[in-house]
């Protein structure tokens, strides 16, 4: 049988560098493997959950998320962050005309030139039209699923602490009593972790402390094309 699922789900302009920086930085403290991926081909033949047993990542950050991809499983822990559509569109219209990386995404170059000799209102009209798959996303999301712990961009930015606390917590990162390693590993990468740490006599790695999360969240600042 699959070992249970982890996942971020985000989609475009909706803070999934902030958040995807944030988590890789919570999964390296505690020895769990992150994979961030923004389409489906990596896993659309077998999958996202088979595809991600199979390359033994704990926690896959998959951030153009369709819902149709989303394996409807009991087990499933993840988490969802939206943005409110309007802001959506009036960051991907600066970032998209002055800042967003091309280096994966070639064909900005063209919407970009276009942006830069149209005006503000052309431009957000145009972007409209580009966001439309984000926006459709978006829509058809399944907002229900109790393993889905749901979250707005707003408020998520207005209070990244507690914030990025409850997804620890839900995610299972978080011990409370901040004396055991937290209680899950899929693929053994904790336990294993703490086996070696044993043969090498060194101190047990302990789950994941408020304080440290806090840390961490403090010194991840949002990116300016956010």
């Known amino acids: 049988p699959l070992r249970p699922l982890s996942a971020f789900f985000g989609h475009h302009k909706c803070g999934t560098s902030w958040v995807g920086d944030i988590l890789a930085e919570l999964c390296a403290e505690l020895g769990w493997s992150n994979w961030a991926i923004d389409n489906a081909s990596p896993f659309s033949a077998m999958g996202l959950e088979q595809w991600s047993f199979r390359n ?7 951030t153009n998320a369709q819902i149709d991809w989303v394996p409807d499983r009991y087990d499933l822990r993840a988490f969802h962050v939206i943005r409110d559509p309007r802001d959506v569109c009036v960051s991907a219209y600066f970032s998209h005309r002055n800042s967003h990386p091309t280096n994966h995404w070639p064909e900005l170059h063209d919407l970009r030139t276009t942006l830069r000799g149209i005006g503000l209102a052309e431009g957000l009209a145009l972007e409209i039209a580009v966001l439309k798959p984000v926006f459709a996303a978006m829509q058809a999301w399944d907002y229900s699923r109790p393993n889905i712990l749901e979250l707005r ?7 990244p602490e507690q914030g990025f606390l409850a ?4 995610l299972g990162m978080l011990d409370p009593d901040h004396e055991r390693v937290a209680p899950r590993g899929p ?3 904790q336990l294993m972790a703490e086996k070696v740490r044993r043969r090498l006599h060194l101190p047990p790695r302990t789950a994941l402390r408020p304080g440290r999360l806090q840390a961490i969240v403090q010194r991840t600042h949002l990116p300016a094309q956010e």
């Open 56 to 62: 033994r990542v704990d926690i896959v950050s998959y």
């Open 153 to 159: 961009f707003e408020e998520l930015v207005s209070n």
């Open 167 to 170: 997804i620890a917590h839900f």
């Open 187 to 189: 693929y053994g990468l």
